[in-house]
């Protein structure tokens, strides 16, 4: 299975990098729709487009204002938008207002239910559980036979949090690392996590690879996030990149 980081940058795009989106290209599916959904048409392997989305701020869904592009690019037969219902309805009264973005995309937006995996292409399923941050998110694990990957963002890294057990033992996670460790305070306050706590994560749910993303756009330099720190604890940490493509 081929992921291809589309975005890898928290709250604003920078000059290396655009905020999140992650796709799948030969499943149809993709994780948050950041500014980085413009790159999903020369990738894209599929008639279809399942979205998942973790949460509704911003930086997750701006990219559904450039569907219009993505779709005469390459031709959808279906776009299904899929998220907590109060946040699809959020996005439906705000982001599309006529106010503030002239028509809406031809997209179904589909709630998620607690206990109701969605069906994936493969012989996959989708399935998802909360995370605590500021307003609410969710975090996704998607299993195939041979394959499995999950997806964190926006959340304070707790190894001792309820959510461990839902990634345990994927071969892959994707997961949030806004700050370096030294700023846990900043990370508490604003809902997002630092090096070392995410890699305890990884460590604790025996994942077989953890891949850092939605980083700080401020942090700057070949090493935002003091990614040794992270390898200390769990070996097979890296920093996610803009295009990086990750086989699982």
């Known amino acids: 299975m081929r992921l291809v980081l589309l975005g890898t940058t928290g709250y604003h795009p920078n000059e290396n990098g655009h905020t999140p989106c992650m796709l799948l290209p030969e499943a149809g599916v993709m994780f948050d729709a950041g500014t980085a959904m413009f790159r999903a048409p020369r990738l894209l392997a599929t008639p279809t487009l399942d979205i998942f989305l973790s949460h509704a701020h911003l930086d ?19 776009v299904r938008v899929f998220g907590e219902s109060e946040k699809l309805a959020a996005i439906e009264e705000h982001l599309f207002s006529e106010l503030l973005f002239p028509a809406r995309p031809p997209m179904e937006f589909c709630p998620v239910e607690a206990g109701q995996p969605v069906p994936l292409a493969g012989g996959g399923r989708m399935t998802h559980f909360p995370l605590a941050h500021v307003g609410g998110t969710i975090g996704f694990r998607a299993d195939w036979p041979g394959h499995s ?19 345990r033992g994927a071969d892959l996670l994707i997961h949030e690392c806004y700050f370096p460790d030294g700023w846990e305070e900043w990370a508490a306050k604003t809902g997002h996590s630092c090096a070392t706590p995410v890699a305890e994560v990884a460590r604790a749910a025996g994942v077989g690879r953890l891949v850092l993303v939605h ?7 070949e090493d935002p996030i003091g990614l040794g720190a992270a390898r200390a604890v769990f070996p097979a940490a890296e920093l996610g990149m803009d295009m990086m493509e990750i086989e699982f």
């Open 215 to 221: 980083v700080n756009p401020l942090a700057t330099g």
């Open 149 to 167: 990957m999950a997806y964190v963002t926006d959340t304070t890294a707790d190894a001792g949090a309820a959510y461990v057990e839902q990634i």
């Open 60 to 78: 997750h869904t701006i990219g559904l204002t450039y569907l219009f592009s993505v779709i005469h690019q390459h031709p959808l037969e279906r």
